[in-house]
């Protein structure tokens, strides 16, 4: 256990939204959040959509700015709260002309551009169920995703259709329609122009009413053993957006929000997307990845006040020998918020000294939804510490050896175990698609199994120790060994191959492959980088090993099952070294 250092939190120029944590955890219920939601004026239900749009465009927001939206050549557009509702509006007519219904999954395979956010929030009017796809992702990956959940709709630009969609297209099935953002010809039946569709759209719709409880998202994420799980969510989702809007990023009217995360991930729809327009604010939205300067260049001229990354992004920052504030004016920021690893110490004092704040860590999972344990902007921070459990979710560290039973919880400060959350908070995930049993299997009796190794101190702060399996956390990003491992195996030269994350000082953890050749093969150098392009070909830069090495051997248990475990442990030792 780490010595109690604290750090107070940031001087705010505005009264932090939840004032007292320990008070508002024990009076807080559920019910209440749905008061300052609108739901249907006089209808039943819920929809996310209705929340983060529509609710604003008819009222007095309607002419604020929703979504500015930087594009990568530095020119930006803006689009208010009525025109959102205009564009999305038009989407979801778009879809009921191709016959596209309640619950039929959409997905999107593009960068951050506007056609991203008018298609999610407009299937969702629609009551289709909205799926982003990581851009980055190759013709492999994305055929799962797509084939499993059974997408109907694809918008992506031609570029990427072409790269890697075209060739997959005899293979899906159920895929009836790929809509291109940047075509303005129709091209078949199937492969559609959307600016051409958007523009013979009417631009209103009245939005589905959805009860709360049908699905609205559908997000993969990878798992140890199979191929990725489709984790699905409904709209009354909405709440946990809403109220860790509310006390986590602690949006207030004025905000200017500035999420940095892909929109292939679900940081990237609940909060790069959802939850900032549920309170009405201005969302930026930056189409360029990485650049240390540039980042500082938008923080300064957006005047961004709350601003919501990842490690891996602030690990690259540091590096930079920058003087920040006094290259920059960053006196509008005054929040700063991370999530997706662990989030070093050396990271929140160094944001303390350079831009004059704490980090504030929080940790949540595809899974959970939104954020579940958080550093708040009311209380003191525990640099290397991801906080307190939100209000309404209880979470605990727990020993599941027998999942029938109510688990024993591991009490004594310090101590690790598996970190749990009681079962029904909003938006916990209702199933992993087609896969029941998966989904059984995360629970011990009314506790939810995060799959996250974690402690707790005395002061009820939670603390991160590793994952319980085998999955591997590269630059924020999910990767699952099995499915890196089944494309190395179709390499001819392959006989067998186990993947792990290595320790990286930048990225967290880089995928590394251990492979033995078939008889026949030879470990040359140049094979490794044959089988390295493989892969990359396949899986895309993100996903495929950065590192491959060759063995004679793999180790493995009495049952032949590959001990991951091992090769990671002998990984660590080597770098801690
Ligand atoms: P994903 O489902 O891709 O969002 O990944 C969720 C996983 O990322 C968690 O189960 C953790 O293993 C890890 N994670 C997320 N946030 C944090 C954090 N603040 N500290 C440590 N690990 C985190």
């Given at each position: 256990?780490?010595e109690?250092e604290?750090?107070e939190?940031?001087?705010?120029?505005?009264s932090p939204?939840m004032?007292?944590?320990?008070q508002e955890?024990?009076s807080?219920?559920?019910?209440?959040?749905?008061d300052e939601?609108?739901g249907?004026p006089g209808?039943e239900?819920?929809?996310?959509?209705?929340?983060?749009?529509?609710?604003h465009?008819?009222?007095?927001k309607?002419?604020k700015?929703?979504?500015?939206?930087i594009?990568?050549?530095g020119?930006?557009r803006?689009?208010?709260?009525?025109?959102?509702?205009q564009?999305?509006?038009?989407?979801?007519?778009v879809?009921?002309?191709?016959g596209?219904?309640?619950?039929?999954?959409?997905c999107?395979?593009?960068?951050?551009?506007?056609?991203?956010?008018?298609t999610?929030l407009?299937t969702?009017k629609?009551?289709s169920?909205?799926?982003?796809l990581?851009s980055i992702?190759?013709?492999?990956?994305?055929y799962?995703r797509?084939?499993?959940?059974?997408?109907k709709?694809?918008?992506?630009t031609?570029?990427?259709?072409?790269k890697k969609?075209a060739?997959?297209?005899?293979?899906l099935?159920?895929?009836k329609?790929?809509l291109?953002?940047?075509v303005?010809k129709e091209?078949?039946?199937?492969?559609?122009?959307?600016p051409?569709?958007?523009?013979?759209?009417?631009s209103?719709?009245?939005?589905?009413?959805t009860?709360?409880?049908?699905r609205a998202?559908?997000h993969f994420t990878s798992?140890?053993?199979?191929m990725?799980k489709g984790?699905v969510?409904?709209h009354?989702a909405?709440?946990?957006?809403y109220?860790?809007?509310?006390?986590?990023?602690d949006?207030h009217?004025?905000d200017r929000?500035?999420c940095?995360?892909?929109?292939?991930w679900v940081t990237g729809t609940s909060?790069?997307?959802?939850?900032p327009?549920?309170?009405?604010i201005t969302?930026i939205?930056v189409?360029?990845e990485f650049?240390?300067?540039?980042w500082y260049?938008?923080?300064?001229?957006?005047?961004?006040?709350?601003w919501?990354?990842?490690?891996t992004a602030?690990?690259?920052?540091?590096?930079?020998?920058?003087?920040?504030r006094?290259?920059y004016d960053l006196r509008a920021?005054?929040l700063?918020?991370?999530v997706?690893?662990?989030?070093n110490p050396e990271?929140v004092?160094?944001a303390q000294?350079?831009?004059?704040m704490p980090?504030l860590?929080?940790?949540?999972q595809?899974?959970?939804g939104?954020i579940m344990?958080?550093?708040?902007p009311s209380?003191?921070?525990?640099?290397?510490?991801?906080?307190?459990?939100?209000?309404?979710i209880?979470a605990a560290?727990?020993?599941?050896d027998?999942?029938?039973a109510?688990p024993a919880?591991?009490n004594t400060?310090?101590?690790?175990?598996h970190?749990?959350?009681?079962?029904?908070?909003p938006?916990?995930?209702?199933?992993?698609?087609?896969?029941h049993e998966?989904?059984?299997?995360?629970?011990?009796n009314?506790?939810?199994?995060t799959?996250?190794l974690a402690?707790?101190?005395e002061d009820?702060?939670?603390?991160?120790?590793?994952?319980?399996?085998?999955i591997?956390k590269?630059?924020?990003h999910?990767?699952?060994?099995?499915e890196?491992?089944n494309?190395l195996?179709?390499?001819?030269?392959v006989a067998?191959?186990?993947?792990i994350g290595?320790p990286?000082p930048m990225?967290?953890?880089?995928?590394?492959?251990f492979?033995t050749?078939k008889s026949n093969?030879?470990a040359?150098?140049?094979?490794?980088?044959?089988?390295k392009?493989?892969?990359?070909?396949?899986l895309?830069?993100?996903v495929?090993p950065?590192?491959i090495e060759?063995?004679d051997?793999?180790?493995?248990?009495?049952?032949?099952k590959i001990m991951?475990?091992l090769?990671?442990?002998q990984?660590?030792?080597?770098?801690?070294?």
């Amino acid at each position: 256990m780490p010595e109690k250092e604290i750090i107070e939190p940031p001087v705010q120029p505005v009264s932090p939204n939840m004032a007292n944590y320990e008070q508002e955890y024990k009076s807080f219920r559920w019910e209440q959040v749905l008061d300052e939601l609108s739901g249907f004026p006089g209808r039943e239900g819920l929809n996310i959509a209705h929340e983060a749009v529509d609710r604003h465009a008819v009222g007095k927001k309607g002419a604020k700015v929703a979504l500015r939206w930087i594009a990568e050549n530095g020119t930006s557009r803006e689009f208010t709260y009525n025109e959102l509702k205009q564009e999305t509006d038009r989407f979801a007519n778009v879809l009921v002309k191709l016959g596209i219904q309640k619950g039929d999954v959409v997905c999107t395979l593009t960068g951050r551009i506007p056609e991203l956010y008018i298609t999610a929030l407009g299937t969702l009017k629609n009551g289709s169920v909205y799926c982003p796809l990581f851009s980055i992702y190759g013709p492999e990956p994305i055929y799962q995703r797509l084939s499993k959940g059974k997408a109907k709709v694809l918008v992506t630009t031609e570029t990427l259709y072409r790269k890697k969609v075209a060739g997959l297209m005899d293979r899906l099935e159920h895929l009836k329609y790929v809509l291109l953002t940047d075509v303005e010809k129709e091209q078949n039946d199937h492969i559609r122009s959307l600016p051409k569709l958007m523009g013979r759209a009417k631009s209103s719709f009245k939005v589905v009413a959805t009860a709360p409880e049908d699905r609205a998202l559908l997000h993969f994420t990878s798992g140890t053993t199979g191929m990725p799980k489709g984790v699905v969510h409904v709209h009354q989702a909405a709440l946990t957006h809403y109220i860790t809007g509310k006390y986590v990023l602690d949006f207030h009217p004025d905000d200017r929000f500035w999420c940095t995360a892909d929109p292939g991930w679900v940081t990237g729809t609940s909060y790069g997307i959802l939850a900032p327009l549920m309170h009405g604010i201005t969302n930026i939205v930056v189409e360029a990845e990485f650049d240390a300067r540039l980042w500082y260049s938008i923080l300064e001229e957006q005047k961004v006040t709350v601003w919501y990354t990842a490690p891996t992004a602030i690990r690259r920052l540091m590096r930079m020998d920058i003087d920040v504030r006094k290259e920059y004016d960053l006196r509008a920021l005054r929040l700063i918020l991370s999530v997706g690893e662990p989030l070093n110490p050396e990271a929140v004092r160094w944001a303390q000294k350079t831009l004059g704040m704490p980090i504030l860590d929080n940790w949540w999972q595809t899974e959970t939804g939104g954020i579940m344990i958080a550093n708040y902007p009311s209380m003191p921070v525990r640099p290397g510490s991801m906080g307190k459990p939100l209000p309404g979710i209880k979470a605990a560290i727990i020993t599941p050896d027998n999942k029938e039973a109510e688990p024993a919880l591991i009490n004594t400060p310090g101590d690790s175990g598996h970190l749990a959350l009681k079962a029904g908070w909003p938006s916990m995930f209702r199933g992993y698609l087609d896969e029941h049993e998966r989904y059984v299997k995360c629970f011990a009796n009314s506790w939810y199994l995060t799959g996250d190794l974690a402690s707790r101190d005395e002061d009820g702060y939670f603390w991160f120790v590793g994952r319980a399996d085998d999955i591997i956390k590269t630059a924020g990003h999910m990767v699952g060994p099995f499915e890196v491992e089944n494309i190395l195996m179709e390499h001819p030269a392959v006989a067998e191959a186990a993947v792990i994350g290595k320790p990286d000082p930048m990225m967290g953890e880089l995928v590394k492959a251990f492979v033995t050749l078939k008889s026949n093969f030879e470990a040359t150098e140049e094979l490794n980088l044959e089988i390295k392009g493989f892969a990359r070909e396949r899986l895309g830069p993100a996903v495929a090993p950065k590192e491959i090495e060759f063995t004679d051997e793999l180790p493995k248990t009495r049952s032949g099952k590959i001990m991951r475990r091992l090769l990671r442990d002998q990984e660590r030792e080597k770098v801690e070294k």
